[in-house]
C-alpha cells in the first residue's frame, strides 16, 4: 500500500475514496427480468435460476429439516463457536428491546408508545464462494428476540450445503430454511412463490445481485438498506501498534476484491510501518489474491494527516462501516466521531470480534449511509404504535389550538370534529 498526504489528494482521489457505491447498475435491468419472471412463474423460474447462476439442480427448496440434523452432526468445537456467538448475539440484542410506555400529563392527556413486531421476515445468508454462519445469527437471531412470528432464510444452494452455515441458522432459531440465493431468493420472498411464502422485510448482506434485487423489489416489501462491498477505516495515532493495524486491513480486504480498506493517521513513521506490515502480512493470507486486488484499488489506502484533528474530520466525512480506532484518546476520538456503522475501540479490539462473536451486529451500512442509518438492530425489526387518551377537560383546553389550526389548512370537518364534542 502506498502512503499519500491527506491535503495533496485531488479530486479524483477523494471521489474514489467516497464515491463507495454498491455497483448494482450494471446488473439492475438483469435482475429486473429475473424478479419478474420469479413474480410471475414461481418455483419454476427459482429452480431455473438455480441451474443457471449455481450450477445446482434444485428439487425441494424448503431445506428446513436439514438444519437440525447439520448442527447435530457438525463437529462439537464448530458447535460449542456457533452457541458461544449466538449467546452472545443474543444477549446484546436483548439489551435493545424497547418497553412500551404511557404517561398521564398534569392536563390530562394519557399519551404513550408501544412496539410490535413484524410478523414475516425474510434473512438472506450469502453463500457461494465462501460460508458465512455468522451471518445467520446476525440476521435471525434480532428478528426472533424481536418477536418476529415467521423468519425465513434463504441461502445459495450447493450440491453439498455448508453445514456450519445450516447449523448456524438452526441456532439462531429460524422458522423455514430455503436453498435458493441471488436475486431469485429476494424475488421468491418479496412476493412467494408456491413453496415460500412472502414476507414483510427483507434483510441482510449480499453480493450486487442480491443488492441490485432489494432495490428492485424495495416498496411492495421494506428492506434494511442497500449495503456495497465491506469498508473498514482506521484511525491510528503513534501509539498505535502497525502489525494490528495492518492484520485488520488484510482482514478486511480478504472478504471482496471491491473492499474499502484505508488507514489514517498524523504519524509519518506509523503510516510507513503499516504499509509495510500490509506488504508483509498480505503474503502469508490464503486469499492473498482477493486481499491484494482490494488493498492496491483506488478505494485502499494509508493516509498521512497533518494533525490529529484532521484525521478525525476526514473519518466523520468518510463515515465507514467500520471504524477501528487505535489511539490513546480513544475515547476522546469517538466522542467526535457521529458517523460510522460499528467502532471498534483499542489495539484488542478487532473487527473481526463484532464479525463474529462480540455480540454486535455485522450488517451494516456502507457507502456513507451510516451519516443517516444504523446497522441491523431489534429496531429493524418492530413498528411502533401512539396511544392517546383525552378527556373531557384536557379536549377542551387543547380544543381552540386544534380548531384555528384545522381552519388553518381548510379542514372545515376536523374543526367541526371537536365542536360537536362541547354542543350540550
Wanted: proline share 4%; net charge negative; aromatic share 6%.
Amino acid at each position: 500500500m502506498n502512503v499519500q498526504e491527506l491535503a495533496d489528494l485531488g479530486p479524483d482521489d477523494r471521489q474514489a475514496l467516497f464515491d463507495r457505491d454498491a455497483g448494482i447498475e450494471g446488473v439492475r435491468d438483469d435482475v429486473r427480468d429475473i424478479v419478474s419472471r420469479v413474480r410471475t412463474e414461481g418455483d419454476v423460474a427459482v429452480r431455473e435460476f438455480c441451474e443457471e447462476f449455481d450450477g445446482v439442480s434444485v428439487g425441494n427448496l424448503d431445506v428446513t429439516d436439514e438444519v437440525e440434523r447439520a448442527y447435530e452432526e457438525i463437529d462439537d468445537e464448530t458447535r460449542e463457536a456457533i452457541e458461544t456467538a449466538a449467546d452472545n448475539v443474543r444477549e446484546f440484542h436483548e439489551a435493545q428491546l424497547p418497553e412500551d410506555w404511557r404517561r398521564e400529563f398534569s392536563d390530562g392527556r394519557e399519551l404513550g408508545r408501544r412496539f410490535r413486531p413484524i410478523e414475516r421476515v425474510g434473512v438472506y445468508v450469502p453463500g457461494g464462494a465462501a460460508a458465512y454462519p455468522s451471518s445467520a445469527l446476525m440476521g435471525v437471531i434480532p428478528a426472533k428476540v424481536a418477536g418476529v412470528e415467521q423468519v425465513a432464510v434463504a441461502t445459495p444452494p450447493a450440491e453439498e450445503m455448508n453445514p456450519a452455515t445450516l447449523a448456524a441458522v438452526h441456532a439462531a432459531g429460524a422458522d423455514r430454511v430455503f436453498n435458493v440465493g441471488g436475486a431469485q431468493a429476494v424475488a421468491a420472498l418479496a412476493y412467494g412463490t408456491e413453496q415460500i411464502d412472502r414476507v414483510q422485510k427483507i434483510v441482510g448482506p449480499g453480493n450486487k445481485w442480491v443488492t441490485a434485487a432489494k432495490a428492485e423489489v424495495q416498496g411492495d416489501v421494506a428492506i434494511d438498506f442497500l449495503a456495497g462491498p465491506s469498508e473498514l477505516l482506521v484511525v491510528a495515532d503513534e501509539t498505535a501498534t502497525p502489525e494490528f493495524v495492518a492484520a485488520d486491513l488484510v482482514a478486511q480486504a480478504e472478504h471482496d476484491p471491491e473492499a474499502s480498506v484505508v488507514a489514517v493517521t498524523h504519524h509519518d513513521e506509523t503510516a510507513a510501518a503499516i504499509a509495510e506490515e500490509v506488504e508483509r502480512q498480505v503474503a502469508d493470507r490464503e486469499r492473498a489474491e482477493v486481499a491484494r486486488e482490494a488493498l492496491e484499488s483506488d478505494e485502499s489506502g494509508v493516509l498521512l494527516a497533518r494533525s490529529p484533528s484532521e484525521a478525525v474530520l476526514f473519518a466523520e466525512e468518510y463515515a465507514a462501516e467500520h471504524l477501528s480506532i487505535q489511539a490513546d484518546d480513544d475515547e476522546e476520538i469517538l466522542d467526535r466521531i457521529d458517523s460510522a456503522g460499528s467502532v471498534f475501540l483499542g489495539p484488542y479490539t478487532p473487527v473481526a470480534a463484532g464479525d463474529y462473536a462480540s455480540g454486535t451486529n455485522h450488517v451494516l451500512p456502507t457507502n456513507g449511509v451510516a451519516k443517516i442509518a444504523g446497522g441491523l438492530s431489534v429496531d429493524t425489526f418492530l413498528r411502533s404504535t401512539t396511544v392517546q387518551r383525552l378527556d373531557r377537560a384536557a379536549l377542551g383546553d387543547l380544543s381552540e389550538t386544534i380548531t384555528t389550526l384545522a381552519e388553518a389548512e381548510g379542514l372545515e370537518a376536523h374543526a367541526e370534529s371537536v365542536r360537536k364534542r362541547f354542543e350540550d
